[in-house]
């Protein structure tokens, strides 16, 4: 009766749980990777890949970054920027400054920006993540 019903359900029973198990870890880790970011080391790649060109509140041969995010590129007062990315219509935001760091002439093509200092998505995440919290106004 009911025993061998069980005995009988068990492999299938078993296999549900395996694949539910699976699918946890799987969102475990996607969630995981979006945690990820470590701004601790976005710092020390931001003074180190960065800090040559920009401050956070100075000018230097690159625009300061206070205020960065939601600001239009093109836009920070006391820098003199390429009519390419003044006229570029990009905001920054997470997104737009990954595809930035990534490789900023793809993006613009003419910009002042000639160096790629991040073509680790690592990197980036960190130095985003960074930016967001020493950026903010």
Same mark, same amino acid.
């Given at each position: 009766?009911?025993?061998a019903?069980?005995?009988?359900?068990?492999?299938?029973l078993?296999?549900?749980?395996?694949?539910?198990?699976r699918v946890a870890l799987a969102l475990?880790l996607?969630a995981r990777s979006?945690?990820? #970011?470590d701004?601790v080391r976005?710092?020390?790649?931001?003074?180190?890949r960065?800090?040559?060109?920009?401050g956070i509140?100075d000018?230097?041969?690159?625009?300061?970054h206070r205020?960065l995010?939601g600001?239009k590129a093109?836009?920070q007062l006391?820098?003199?920027?390429?009519? #390419?990315l003044q006229?570029?219509?990009?905001v920054?935001t997470?997104?737009?400054?990954?595809?930035?760091?990534?490789?900023?002439?793809?993006?613009v093509?003419?910009?002042?920006?000639?160096v790629?200092?991040?073509?680790d998505p690592r990197?980036?995440?960190?130095l985003i #993540?960074?930016?967001?919290r020493?950026? #903010?106004?």
């Open positions: 009766g009911a025993r019903a069980v005995a009988e359900a068990g492999p299938l078993r296999g549900r749980r395996v694949a539910a198990r475990l996607t979006a945690w990820a #970011a701004p976005g710092e020390t790649l931001y003074v180190s960065c800090g040559a060109c920009h509140d000018n230097g041969a690159g625009p300061r205020g995010f600001r093109g836009t006391g820098f003199e920027y390429s009519s #390419a006229d570029a219509g990009i920054w997470a997104k737009t400054l990954d595809l930035w760091l990534a490789n900023p002439n793809a993006l093509p003419g910009n002042k920006m000639v790629q200092l991040a073509n990197d980036r995440a960190d #993540a960074w930016l967001k020493a950026t #903010a106004p």
